[in-house]
Each structure stands twice: as C-alpha cells, then as structure tokens.
C-alpha cells in the first residue's frame, strides 16, 4: 500500500484552484474589455475572494512561510494584485481621440 503524501495532494489542489482563478481572472478581463459590467464585478469578486481564502488556507496549514510553498503563494497574490490594480486603473482605458 502507498503511503499517502499530504503535501503532494494539498499541492495538487491549490494548483487545480489556482487554473481556475486564473480562468476568472481571464473571465474578467474579457467582460471588462467588452462592456459587462455585471460578470466584470462578479468575477472580479470571485477571483479576489478566491485568492485570498486560498492564502489563507495556506496561512492556517502552516505553509505560508515554507520555500516549497512559494509558488503558490506567488501566484494568488499575483492575481489579487492584478486584479486590483486593473480595478484602479479602469481597464480598459478609454480610447485616445
């Protein structure tokens, strides 16, 4: 019988979870450049929210300050930051006349 690797799976979900928020991010952006505003907010929050229970699932578990636990680490503030900062910025930017 194998032994069971609580890492690896652990590791295997956040990665399954961070495609997906990655997905929305990208859901988001392709509604904020065509005008949704609805599905822009919407995805907005669910990829922010989403990213941030995941780090701070990786807070509680003890993985936070870990080097293996990096990427994943890198990868939701990645897509908070970028989220946020399109939201500030008002992506898409008007266009120039």
Do not use: H
Request: aromatic content about 12%; charged content about 15%; proline content about 4%.
């Amino acid at each position: 019988m194998a032994k069971r690797n609580r890492y690896r799976e652990m590791e295997n979900l956040m990665t399954k979870i961070l495609i997906v928020d990655a997905l929305v991010f990208v859901l988001y952006l392709l509604c904020a450049g065509k005008g949704w505003d609805v599905f822009k907010v919407i995805s907005a929050i669910i990829s922010t929210v989403g990213s941030l229970l995941c780090l701070g699932w990786l807070y509680i578990t003890g993985e936070f300050p870990r080097r293996r636990s990096l990427w994943m680490i890198t990868g939701f503030i990645g897509i908070v930051a970028c989220v946020i900062f399109s939201l500030i910025l008002g992506y898409p930017c008007p266009p120039l006349a």
